[in-house]
């Protein structure tokens, strides 16, 4: 089991940036792929960002290329840092884990948020024009 928190969420002007945490603890609550979601309101979840337990590869949705990075400080936290942002990107944004497997490797990041199971409480970005 592993629990996590988000971090980091607030108000911000379009252009402006945030930075999102994830801290990860409880039982070797390294050995994870982590990614961030964000559902905005009456709309799906869907993944804006994923990255590999050795942090060597990640993956992006199109609508943040360019503008968001995800990085791991340590094998136990994760972070999204999000630059020049548009009021589209408001959302409730949630970090989720996934525990790495001896098939799919260290290397791996996983895009679809049915392979996840856990998951943070959630944090509002909110972006004014």
């Known amino acids: 089991q592993v629990q996590l928190v988000e971090s980091g969420g607030g108000l911000v002007q379009a252009g402006g940036s945030v930075r999102l945490s994830c801290a990860a603890s409880?039982?070797?609550?390294?050995?994870?792929?982590m990614g961030w979601f964000r559902q905005a309101p009456g709309q799906g979840r869907e993944l804006v960002a994923a990255?590999?337990?050795?942090?060597?590869?990640t993956y992006y949705a199109d609508s943040v290329k360019r503008r968001f990075t995800i990085s791991r400080d340590n094998t136990k936290n994760t972070v999204l840092q999000m630059n020049s942002l548009k009021p589209e990107d408001t959302a409730v944004y949630f970090c989720?884990?996934?525990?790495?497997?001896?098939?799919?490797?260290?290397?791996?990041?996983?895009?679809?948020?049915?392979?996840?199971?856990?998951w943070g409480q959630g944090t509002q970005v909110t972006v004014s024009s």
């Open positions: 409880g039982r070797r609550s390294g050995d994870y792929a």
């Open positions: 989720a884990a996934k525990p790495i497997s001896t098939i799919d490797g260290a290397g791996y990041y996983y895009t679809d948020g049915a392979q996840y199971p856990f």
């Open positions: 990255i590999s337990w050795s942090g060597s590869n």
